[in-house]
C-alpha cells in the first residue's frame, strides 16, 4: 500500500491527490491511501510518499472538478479540505473518484458513503465556521486595527473572515488563528489574505489579548448583569457556547 502525505494546506493537498491520482492509474485506487500530515502512527509495511505543494498540479485538479463535476463539487471538496477530521483527505479523493465517474449529479447520490462523508465534513465545517462568526471577540489596539484570536479544529478563519470583510470593509482587522499560526488580515477597503506567521510574529500577536479599553469592561458588566438569575441554565449554555471555543471569549475572561 502507498500512503500519499501532505500538509495541511489546499495546494498541497490537491497536489497530493493529483500525484496520487496518476500512480493509482498504474497500480489501481485500491492501493492508494491519503493522508494529512503529521503522520502519528506509521504503519511498517506501507510506504509512504511526501508530496510538496505545486501550483501548476494544483490548478489542473481543480479545474477538472470544476469541469468535470461541478462547481459546487468544488465547493464540497473546499470545505471538506479544512475539516481537521483524520480522513478528511482519502474522503475527498473518494468522494472525486465517485464524482468523476458520474458526473454533476454526484451530490445528489445519497445513497452512496464516499458522497454522504463529504456532505457531513461540509456541514460540519460550515457549522464550525458559523459558530465562529457568532463567537469571535475584537480588540481594538490604539483605535487602529481590530485584532480577534480563535482556536478552531477546523482551518475556518478565512471563511469566517468573509463574514467580517462585509460586516467591517472599512476597518483595519485580523483574525487569529492560534492552533495554526495564521492570520487571515483585512486591510482598510481591501480584499482578505492569508499570512502564515513566523514564532516572532505569533508571540507578538498573542500579547495583544491583554488590551483592555472601556468597552472591553462595558461588555463583560452588560453579559454579568443581563441575565436572569432564576433562569441560568449552564447545561443548555454549553450546548450552544461549548467550553472550548469560550478560551477567547472576553465576557468569560476572569
Known amino acids: 500500500m502507498k500512503i500519499y502525505t501532505c500538509k495541511d494546506r489546499l495546494e498541497d493537498i490537491m497536489t497530493c491527490i ?6 493509482a492509474l498504474l497500480i489501481g485506487h485500491d492501493q492508494i491511501r491519503l493522508k494529512k500530515e503529521p503522520i502519528f502512527q ?12 505545486d501550483c501548476s498540479k494544483a490548478e489542473k485538479v481543480t479545474r477538472s472538478i470544476r469541469r468535470d463535476i461541478s462547481s459546487r463539487a468544488y465547493l464540497y471538496v473546499y470545505y471538506a479540505s479544512l475539516s481537521a477530521e483524520e480522513d478528511a483527505l482519502q474522503a475527498i479523493y473518494n468522494f472525486l473518484r465517485v464524482g468523476f465517474a458520474i458526473g454533476a449529479g ?5 445513497t452512496n458513503p464516499h458522497v454522504m462523508r463529504i456532505i457531513e465534513l461540509y456541514r460540519s465545517v460550515g457549522n464550525e465556521s458559523h459558530h465562529f462568526r457568532e463567537f469571535a471577540r475584537f480588540q481594538s489596539l490604539d483605535g487602529r486595527v481590530y485584532v480577534s484570536h480563535l482556536e ?3 482551518d475556518v478563519i478565512m471563511l469566517v473572515g468573509r463574514h467580517f470583510a462585509d460586516r467591517m470593509p472599512s476597518e483595519y482587522w485580523m483574525i487569529v488563528d492560534d492552533n495554526r499560526k495564521t492570520v487571515c488580515a483585512h486591510p482598510k477597503d481591501g480584499e482578505n489574505y492569508l499570512r502564515y506567521l513566523t514564532d516572532g510574529e505569533f508571540e507578538a500577536l498573542r ?3 491583554e488590551y483592555e479599553d ?11 448583569t443581563i441575565g436572569i438569575k432564576e433562569r441560568e441554565n449552564y447545561v443548555c449554555q454549553r450546548n450552544l457556547f461549548p467550553i472550548w471555543k469560550r ?3 472576553v465576557e468569560f475572561k476572569e
Do not use: C, Q, R
Open 214 to 224: 472601556e468597552y472591553t469592561g462595558m461588555w463583560k458588566t452588560f453579559f454579568h
Open 18 to 23: 493529483y500525484d496520487a491520482w496518476a500512480d
Open 152 to 154: 478552531p479544529k477546523s
Open 42 to 53: 506509521a504503519t511498517l509495511l506501507d510506504e509512504y510518499i511526501h508530496v510538496d505543494g
Open 207 to 209: 500579547k495583544t489579548e
Open 247 to 249: 478560551k477567547h471569549a
Open 106 to 110: 454526484v451530490l445528489e447520490n445519497y
